[in-house]
Nanobody, 116 residues
């Protein structure tokens, strides 16, 4: 069982930046993939970014490429999402995800609101 706790969300103006953190209750070293998803009101949850263990390969949704960066610190059991050049359409609840092949775990989510 892996518990995930997100933090770092909030209100930011368009063009601003935020860094989300996801702290895991156990070591993430051997977890196959860690990721961030988001869900806007009235929309389905969508993939934002994932990072694969070992090779540290990162994948991004087209809508965030060049603006968001996912990273993981295995020593701190934490995954980050650096979000730059934020747009109003980035407004959503952001969820941390851990894909351990046999099981998938989710955090409770953190709200990100981009508005002037």
């Amino acid at each position: 069982q892996v518990q995930l706790v997100e933090s770092g969300g909030g209100l930011v103006q368009p063009g601003g930046s935020l860094r989300l953190s996801c702290a895991a209750s156990t070591s993430i070293f051997s977890i196959y993939a860690m990721g961030w998803y988001r869900q806007a009101p009235g929309k389905q949850r969508e993939l934002v970014a994932t990072i694969i263990s070992g090779v540290s390969t990162a994948n991004y949704a087209d809508s965030v490429k060049g603006r968001f960066t996912i990273s993981r610190d295995n020593a701190k059991n934490t995954v980050y999402l650096q979000m730059n050049s934020l747009k109003p359409e980035d407004t959503a609840v952001y969820y941390c995800n851990a894909d351990d092949v046999l099981a998938v775990y989710w955090g409770q989510g953190t709200q990100v609101t981009v508005s002037s």
